[in-house]
């Protein structure tokens, strides 16, 4: 590729709405361009490293034996009628109707249409297994979408799907599909780690993420430094930390605690550790045709309510809702930041976690504006809780689930998640075949999504300095940048760079020759923003002693190299 007759156009200024490095350094390179919020041009240079993130998991996913198909964009609302995600799925579906007023989804994801492909195609166990995966346009009217490509609103993923004749066949293609991924984020050159994950809206029972280390990640994700224990903090299971529950050592007492609504508050005032102190959430439910059933979750002063735990509390798995001001009066006779579970106006139902359950002399709310009750103990002075389990978030430091060591936190952001979704969407889509003794048998099923568009983010994010973008050479859009000082006027100049770039396309390297006879310190300023590994500089001085100047784009300091040993050099340092 020449420089001059490529589309280069960078910007010295992010626009303001760029927050984080990966978001403004893919503006100022020229890789996208904004059409509306979380809608981005791809621009040639954007697109290549697109394009060679794609076929670095087209060529495993093939090696792995997955077939590529390709699904439409557009997907009749029938399907998602069928399979019950037409009601379930939130405003994320973007919902649109055709000219005959029929409905239709632009696809957030494929389970339904690859479930009607499988029961359309498979008959038979012979036909089985079988992983069919495409690369394609996916649409999620995200609430906030932001840090450009990484969270779009319209992104490109992969999306594979596996079938099976049982459990064991699909646990297996879970494990292949799981390999899979290890293989394809080390190809990609990212810091990543795989961790256990929550199923979240797409149901089944077993879940991975595959997580890139990075501090603007919006996943939280727990792990033992000292054993292989790693999973998404939405589902990492909090420990008690008291092993049993010590008798009361003080009376219960009313304290005024004027303006103290938070537990921060209250534990200042008092001049008390915040682990003293209880805080109290005030959920809501609807049971069908019944009067809203008022929850009162009851947490430490210093931990935080999880609530993906709390979705799958019995009760509360079909939908909560944080109570209004109104229920919260008419049940504990007093407006937010004083509630508490001792006396309340109207029975709730009062869920403790693990911890708050074991405490003795704690301090809550007094039900009362303005005051607080001190020494307050289970038995003695409120019943026991309707309900004990882990409601909260693990912190830094809390012991692992295995025992042995105590638990990190670090953040991440999630580039791949694979589930294993058993019978979900074959039973709900009636997707059979018939089995060896000829008796129709549901398909198993597991799905594994791989944010393409996502990635290039996350890889800049792990892979920038303050010049701008240093790639790993897997995606780097050009591999070596040959800037040419001096093209208009230097015959010589314009022999060596040709010489060595046609050598170096030879050799299978993706090459960029920069004749667009700029200025040095614009041209390498532009080329350090794009990030090539390599960078080869070609001036008519050096080339009077014969040599060139090669630059990893990691190194400060030039290395000035014979044009003979130029090309073994460059290769080296790729
Ligand atoms: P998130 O929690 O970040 O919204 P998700 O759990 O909704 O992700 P999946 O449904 O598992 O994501 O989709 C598979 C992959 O698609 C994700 O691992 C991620 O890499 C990518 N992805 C999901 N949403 C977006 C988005 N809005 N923009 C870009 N990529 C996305
Ligand atoms: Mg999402």
Known sequence: MRA????????KEAPN????????????????????GGIYNYMPLGL????????????????????????????????????????????ELLRIKDRHGRDFVLQP????????????EIQSWRHLPVNFYHIQTKFRDERRPRFGVMRGREFTMKDAYSFDRDVAGAQKSYQVM??????????????????????????????????????????LIVYDPHSDYAANIELAPAPCLLRERAAPGVPMQSVATPEATKCEMVAEMLKVPLSHTVKSIVLATEPKDKPAQ?????????????????????????????????????????KPGYLGPVATKQPVRVVADLTV??????ICGANQEGAHLTGVNWVRDLPEPDLVTDLRNVVEGDRAPDGTGTLSIQRGIEVGHVFYLGTKYSEALKATFLDENGKPALMEMGCYGIGVTRIVGAAIEQNHDAKGIVWPRAIAPFEVAICAVGWGKSEAVRKACETLYAELKARGVDVILDDRDQRPGIMFAEWELIGPPVRITVGERSLNDGVVEILGRKQTEAARVSLADSINQTLALL
């Open 4 to 11: 001059s007759a490529y589309h280069i156009s960078t910007l």
């Open 17 to 36: 709405d760029a927050e984080i490095a990966s978001h403004q350094l893919m503006m100022r390179s020229g890789m996208i361009r904004k059409l509306a």
């Open 48 to 91: 290549r490293v697109i394009r060679k993130v794609e076929n670095i998991i087209r060529q495993e996913m093939d090696a792995a034996g997955a077939l590529e198909l390709l699904m439409p964009v557009v997907q009749p609302a029938e399907l998602w009628v069928e399979s019950g995600r037409w009601e379930q799925y939130g405003p």
């Open 109 to 120: 994801t494929s389970e339904e249409v690859i479930t009607d492909i499988a029961r359309n």
């Open 178 to 219: 799981f390999d899979v991924y290890m293989r394809i984020f080390e190809r990609l050159g990212l810091t990543f780690r795989a961790v256990a994950a929550d199923t979240g809206s797409i149901g089944g029972s077993q879940s991975h993420e595959f997580q890139v280390i990075a501090d603007i990640g919006e996943d």
């Open 294 to 334: 008022i929850w009162l979750l009851m947490l430490r002063g210093d931990h935080e309510l999880n609530e993906i735990k709390v979705g799958k509390i019995a009760g509360l798995n079909k939908g909560f809702r944080f109570a209004t001001e109104a229920e919260i009066v008419e049940h504990f006779g007093c």
């Open 357 to 362: 359950a074991h405490m003795h002399d704690f």
